[in-house]
């Protein structure tokens, strides 16, 4: 996750939609006041073969601390910081609140069906279990990144990209905050998924139902169904894609 100071953004990182490649080219836009969290090594050679900022500023200034806080840190002798999965309940708490009001607060989404195979791919090596296997197991906040920008059930965010729209999504981002250069994605965490079938052919009705259940929240309120964004073996994504959800939220937690 990132908090920019000079261009006054937040950006929370989902999980299987491009983000560790977006928190690299965000790099991009950061000065040293910035919260910029760590990512995997490989990822990290990527950012600074680009001669972009790594982690930095990561411990959660002790103005921003509970008397709670102050006492789990003495008894843990571990200092609170920001991690790259943080929830936005986390980084309001934990910022001022003029920054959180004031920022604007983004991340992107992705159909949870095809973000399940990505996933799969992701945590599991050869010889994999079958799908439906993993999918029964699998941690429910790993399936699901409705946690991540919401509060209290509601979306906390001023604005959610499509990961299947995500030059546009971007765009706007950019047009947004101003920046000066377009955000340019590197290649961080390609070649995890071997297999480009559509989603449908690799899903069980028992996969399909877990999925379902557990990501029922951000299904219904994205529009997201069974079969849509499905991307072929070439890569491309349908021409039946749902509407972006592109526009700002009005309002936020």
Known sequence: MIINHRHRFIF??????????????????????????????????????????????????????????????LWNRTPKQFFHHAPASFVKENVPQSVWDDYFVFCFERNPFDKAVSLYYWMTD?????????????????????????????VAVDFVGRYEQLEQGLAHVAERLNLPTPITLPNAKAGERPSRQPYPQLFTPRARNRVEIVCAREC??????????????TGSHSENSPVSSDQEIAARG
């Open 126 to 154: 050869p010889p994999r279990p079958p799908l439906e296997t993993y999918l029964a197991r699998a941690d429910v906040n790993r399936l699901s990144n409705w946690p991540i920008y919401t509060i209290n059930g509601k």
């Open 220 to 233: 219904l309120h994205f529009g997201y169904k069974w079969g849509q964004d499905v991307v072929s073996t």
């Open 12 to 73: 929370l990182k989902t999980r299987k939609t491009a983000s560790t490649s977006m928190e690299i080219a965000l790099s991009a836009f950061c000065g040293p006041e910035a919260v910029i969290t760590s990512i995997e090594p490989e990822d990290e050679y990527i950012r600074q073969e680009l001669g972009y900022r790594g982690p930095q500023n990561i411990r959660v200034p002790l103005r921003q601390y509970s008397l709670l806080d102050g006492a789990r840190c």
